[in-house]
């Protein structure tokens, strides 16, 4: 069964500062991977995506991820954050296959000081 | 707005009742997934629909059942409400289920969530 890890539960950056959160699966083969945030009061809005070829995908809102195999991560970076980006984000790992799911992280909250 | 519906948006209801919840998925979209969110179970999944037929399980209590409906529309059922029941509900859909042979991996879009207050 696949499993998702996201080490830090709660992350403050000051606004224009670099960001990246962690994400740790655990799979037996490639997965999807993907990231969704989620506004106070909103539900899930998908990030960004990775389902095979090129290890570094880009998404919404400036945000990129890097798949690395070897340390079964998959890593969102963004380089200037802003104070709108302020939210908790999931990570999640979809298996390949007939039994499909997605398996989410427990989330990171993200506090953007001005 | 992710074109996915879900109400009602909040419910309080009293432990021992009966509640269901609706999900209208994006046009287009045949499979349809409810998801529990909790703040110490974090997003679990429950149960996924494809088509009207059910195709993969959960962590779905035998108090909870759910359907999907010809036009495509799903209900979560939950009863004998208790306390822990408390939570967030979101119902997700996609565009087609990744049976064998299907390349792609599904994208699910996400609705707003019913939020389940159970006193």
């Known amino acids: 069964a696949q499993s998702v890890t996201q080490p830090d539960i709660h992350i403050t950056v000051s606004e224009g500062a670099s960001l990246e959160l962690r994400c740790n699966y655990s799979?037996?083969?490639?997965?999807?991977l993907f990231w969704y945030v989620q506004s106070p009061g909103q539900g899930l809005q998908l990030l960004l995506k990775?389902?095979?070829?090129?290890?570094l995908v880009q998404g919404i809102k400036g945000f990129e991820a890097e798949f690395k195999r070897s340390q079964s991560s998959f890593n969102l970076r963004k380089p200037s954050v802003h104070w709108s980006d302020a939210a908790e984000y999931f990570c999640?790992?979809?298996?390949?296959?007939?039994?499909?799911?997605?398996?989410f992280g427990k989330g990171t909250l993200l506090t953007v000081n001005p | 707005d992710s074109g996915v519906t879900q109400t009602p948006k909040h419910l309080i209801t009293a432990t021992g009742q009966r509640v269901t919840l609706r999900c209208s998925p994006r046009s287009g979209d045949l499979s349809v997934y409810w998801y529990q969110q909790s703040l110490d179970q974090g997003l679990q999944f429950l149960i996924q629909?494809?088509?009207?037929?059910?195709?993969a399980k959960g962590n779905i209590l035998e108090r909870f059942s759910a359907q999907q409906f010809p036009d495509l529309h799903s209900e979560l059922n939950l009863s004998s409400l208790e306390l822990g029941d408390s939570a967030l509900y979101f119902c997700?859909?996609?565009?087609?289920?990744?049976?064998?042979?299907?390349?792609?991996?599904?994208?699910?879009?996400f609705g707003a969530g019913s939020r389940l207050t159970v006193l």
């Open positions: 997700a859909s996609s565009q087609e289920f990744p049976g064998p042979g299907v390349v792609g991996a599904n994208v699910l879009t």
């Open positions: 799979y037996g083969a490639t997965p999807y």
């Open positions: 990775y389902f095979s070829g090129d290890t």
């Open positions: 999640a790992v979809g298996a390949r296959g007939s039994n499909y799911k997605l398996t």
């Open positions: 629909y494809y088509n009207g037929e059910e195709r």
